[in-house]
């Protein structure tokens, strides 16, 4: 009985997950700042936020070795490219073709640790891969028909989904040595400087935004981050990897209807069956990579699965 009580507050916080990184892509869109500012505030105040727990790692924060603090500037630019150009996205195409778009980043990572570190792969999964990559196409031939800009926005969502696969693959090598705080607290701290040294070259404003402003750069850093992607990196512990990873299907289904009822951005016919071939694309590529039969993780899943900071 009390495993059956543990096992549905586990699906409970998982849905509350989902439901927590669907918002990010909102927030994104409430906002009259400029995309890079939102991002940055959004990770620096994560960092503030993770602050208390400092000096309970401060010796594995400081002791890193040249190698480790190089690959972490890596990742954390990689990050802070991803959200520069998945934010820009949201401001020329609709809510629903950005963060679908964003699901083939399981996809991407296997392609990245299939050349990198020789990663397996199935005849399933390649065929995911093709629907998905069907779907993507039929998503930017419907944006292009419906204006440029939204055309340009679905590669931008490309462009930042690469990015946050590079992140990813740098991660899990990273991860190998070093904690979940540890790596994360560098990381986002790395991307919000860089986000910042763009800002300062742009001339954007450091200050002076409304409180309403303030507001949504802390709700970025407490929903989707804490509540959305840490939480997930908690359920690990609780839940396989497979079944984690499928939150990235959830995130365009919650934040398509979010931006419904929210934003009033309606879909149309070719949207909607070119993103359900994605969702069923990605859907077959992680069920067919996920946890073998006698306990092994599929690499793919377990890299996909530890995402922080996607959306």
Excluded at 18 to 42: D, G, H, P, T
Excluded at 196 to 216: C, D, H, K, M, T
Excluded at 282 to 309: E, L
Aim: hydrophobic fraction near 55%; charged fraction near 10%.
């Amino acid at each position: 009985m009390d495993n059956h009580k543990g096992r549905h507050s586990f699906e409970i916080l998982y849905v509350v997950g989902i439901l927590a990184i669907s918002f990010s892509s909102i927030f994104v869109r409430w906002s009259n700042a400029e995309v890079s500012v939102v991002a940055m505030y959004r990770l620096y105040l994560t960092n503030l936020l993770m602050l208390p727990l400092v000096w309970k790692y401060r010796r594995t924060l400081f002791g890193l070795t040249s190698r480790q603090w190089l690959l972490l500037c890596l990742s954390g630019v990689m990050l802070g490219l991803h959200f520069l150009l998945w934010m820009s996205s949201l401001r020329l195409t609709t809510v629903a073709s950005s963060t679908v778009i964003l699901t083939l980043e399981p996809i991407l990572i296997a392609i990245g640790s299939y050349w990198l570190f020789g990663a397996k792969t199935n005849r399933m999964m390649v065929l995911g891969m093709a629907i998905a990559v069907i779907g993507s196409i039929a998503i930017g031939s419907g944006d292009f028909g419906l204006s440029s800009s939204a055309l340009l926005g679905d590669g931008l969502s490309l462009l930042g989904t690469i990015a946050v696969a590079v992140h990813m693959l740098i991660g899990k090598h990273l991860r190998e040595s070093l904690s979940a705080f540890v790596y994360n607290f560098w990381v986002f701290a790395i991307a919000a400087s860089s986000l910042a040294v763009y800002n300062l070259f742009q001339g954007y404003s450091f200050g002076g935004y409304a409180p309403r402003e303030w507001g949504i750069f802390l709700l970025l850093a407490i929903v989707p981050t804490l509540f959305g992607h840490y939480l997930f990196n908690w359920l690990l512990k609780y839940m396989s990897a497979s079944s984690v990873s499928m939150a990235v299907l959830g995130e365009p289904v919650f934040s398509t209807i979010l931006a419904y009822f929210l934003l009033k951005e309606s879909l149309t016919a070719l949207q909607l069956i070119a993103g359900l071939f994605i969702l069923a694309g990605v859907w077959i590529f992680i069920r067919y990579g996920q946890d073998k039969p006698h306990g092994q993780k599929s690499k793919q899943v377990a890299i996909a699965a530890k995402r922080p900071k996607a959306s």
